[in-house]
C-alpha cells in the first residue's frame, strides 16, 4: 500500500520561507505526476504545484514565482520551497502522487500571519 508521508509545515510571519517534504513509500512502482494541494476549512482543495516524472512543472497562478516543486526520482520525494509566504497561503497543504491512481498524505498545515 502506498503511503505519502509530508513534514515541513508550520508557523510564519508573512514574508518568510518554509519547505515542505513528501516521502512515497511502499511500492516498488515509480509515480508519474507528483504534486502539492492545499485547502482551507469550507473550500474545495486546489492545486498548488504538479511535476511530471520528467521534470515538467506547472503552478497555480497565485504561487508563480514565489514556489518552487522538485523531485527526487530515486528517492520518490517531492519538495515544494515556498518563498515571500502571504496570509492567503495559509492551509493544509497535501502531497498527491499518481500511480494510476491518486495517493494523498495527511496534511501539513501552513499557517502565515500577518
Known amino acids: 500500500q502506498v503511503q505519502l508521508v509530508e513534514s515541513g509545515g508550520g508557523l510564519v510571519q508573512a514574508g518568510g520561507s518554509l519547505r515542505l517534504s513528501c516521502a512515497a513509500s511502499?511500492?516498488?512502482?515509480?509515480?508519474?505526476?507528483m504534486g502539492w494541494f492545499r485547502q482551507v476549512p469550507g473550500k474545495q482543495r486546489d492545486l498548488v504545484a504538479i511535476?511530471?516524472?520528467?521534470?515538467?512543472?506547472n503552478y497555480a497562478d497565485s504561487v508563480k514565482d514565489r514556489f518552487t516543486i522538485s523531485r527526487d526520482n530515486a528517492k520518490d520525494t517531492v519538495n515544494l520551497q515556498m518563498n515571500n509566504l502571504k496570509p492567503d497561503d495559509t492551509a493544509v497543504y497535501y502531497c498527491?502522487?499518481?500511480?494510476?491512481?491518486?495517493?494523498w498524505g495527511q496534511g501539513t498545515q501552513v499557517t502565515v500571519s500577518s
Open positions: 511502499g511500492t516498488v512502482l515509480k509515480p508519474n505526476n
Open positions: 498527491d502522487a499518481d500511480y494510476l491512481k491518486d495517493y
Open positions: 511535476i511530471t516524472s520528467g521534470g515538467n512543472t
